[in-house]
Nanobody
């Protein structure tokens, strides 16, 4: 079992930056691939980014490529999403996620965080 606690959301102006963090705990937490999804009001949950256990493989959703960067620190069992050049359409609840591989995280994570709100004003 892996527990995920995500944080770092808030209100930011368009063009600004924000960093989200996710702390993982539980047995073998550091051996999981991790990632982020987001869900805007009235829309389906959308894949944002994923990173494998070693940190050498990353994947991004098309809408965030070149603007968001995912990274992890296995010593601290944390994963970070650095978001830059934010747009109003990035407004959503962002969820941390974990699974055995990046493929699992991308299509159907096993574990979810509680979500953190990101609001980008125009």
């Amino acid at each position: 079992q892996v527990q995920l606690v995500d944080s770092g959301g808030g209100l930011v102006q368009a063009g600004g930056s924000l960093r989200l963090s996710c702390a993982a705990s539980g047995r073998a937490g550091s051996s999981y691939a991790m990632g982020w999804f987001r869900q805007a009001p009235g829309k389906e949950r959308e894949f944002v980014a994923a990173i494998n256990w070693g940190g050498g493989i990353t994947k991004y959703g098309d809408s965030v490529k070149g603007r968001f960067t995912i990274s992890r620190d296995n010593a601290k069992n944390t994963v970070t999403l650095q978001m830059s050049s934010l747009k109003p359409e990035d407004t959503a609840v962002y969820y941390c996620a974990a699974g055995r591989t990046t493929a699992v995280v991308t299509v159907g994570p096993t574990y979810w965080g509680q979500g953190t709100q990101v609001t980008v004003s125009s």
